[in-house]
Nanobody, 119 residues
């Protein structure tokens, strides 16, 4: 299984960027898809997630109202629209697919894509 992220790059504060991620290979029982980010010197944190059943979304407080996640579970793709960007959004962004249950649960990760926001 491979997750290939694209998009990102540099943007200005107040601007917009869009990230996309596509998974290839066989993934059984996708539970959710998500985006995480890791800023320099900080731990990786959850930005947003969306469930495979019902499309329930969850957002970190500091991106609510600015970022939007969308996913096509059947196509194994997930996107992140980022608006009203802030310098503190600068980080490496990772897409994630969680599949399976209990002891068979697996997390798949993309390679990370850098987002840099200048003031």
């Amino acid at each position: 299984v491979q997750l290939q992220a694209s998009g990102g790059g540099s943007g200005q504060a107040g601007g917009s960027l869009r990230l996309s991620c596509a998974a290839s290979g066989r993934i059984v029982g996708i539970n959710s898809m998500a985006w995480f980010r890791q800023a320099p010197g900080k731990q990786r944190e959850l930005v947003t997630s969306i469930t495979a059943t019902g499309g329930v979304t969850n957002y970190a407080d500091d991106v609510k109202g600015r970022f939007t996640i969308s996913a096509d579970i059947a196509k194994k793709t997930v996107s992140l629209s980022m608006n009203q960007l802030k310098p503190e959004d600068t980080a490496v962004y990772y897409c994630n697919v969680r599949a399976g249950w209990g002891s068979l649960r697996s997390d798949y990760w993309g390679q990370g894509t850098l987002v840099t926001v200048s003031s």
